[in-house]
């Protein structure tokens, strides 16, 4: 399991394949959603970069702590066989390989809004 902490730009980071074509979901503007996903990317909201820094952490299921609450379950395609969590402006946080060109992606937040903790598990 990688860990990193980092002040995202619009309380928010996207979870895809890094070197894969992205389609990129569009963020409700007048909904409070915790993320938005497309089979290519997942956006996930996270803590505002002026009240502080996210806790990220990202490592195949049975690596990862997954003790809050489930925000996500689905399969994001990963046709490079490649797992990033990036900025929104695609500054690299953490990545990782993965085996399948499609990969079972699980995400966990401890709050429902602004979580300064998100989880991501692959298998």
Known sequence: M?????????????VLDPGGK????????????RLVSTDTCILVGCLIDADGETEFA???????????????QGKLKTPTRRIALESV???????????????????????????DKVVVGFE
């Open 22 to 33: 992205v389609d990129v979901p569009q963020w409700p503007r007048d909904i409070a959603v």
């Open 2 to 14: 990688k860990t990193a902490r980092y002040a995202a730009l619009n309380a928010q980071i996207a």
């Open 89 to 115: 402006d695609g500054r690299l946080i953490l990545d990782a390989p993965v085996s399948q060109e499609e990969t079972m992606v699980r995400i966990w937040t401890n709050h429902e809004s602004e979580p």
């Open 58 to 72: 990202l490592g195949r299921m049975s690596e990862v702590d997954a003790g809050d609450r489930l925000a996500f």
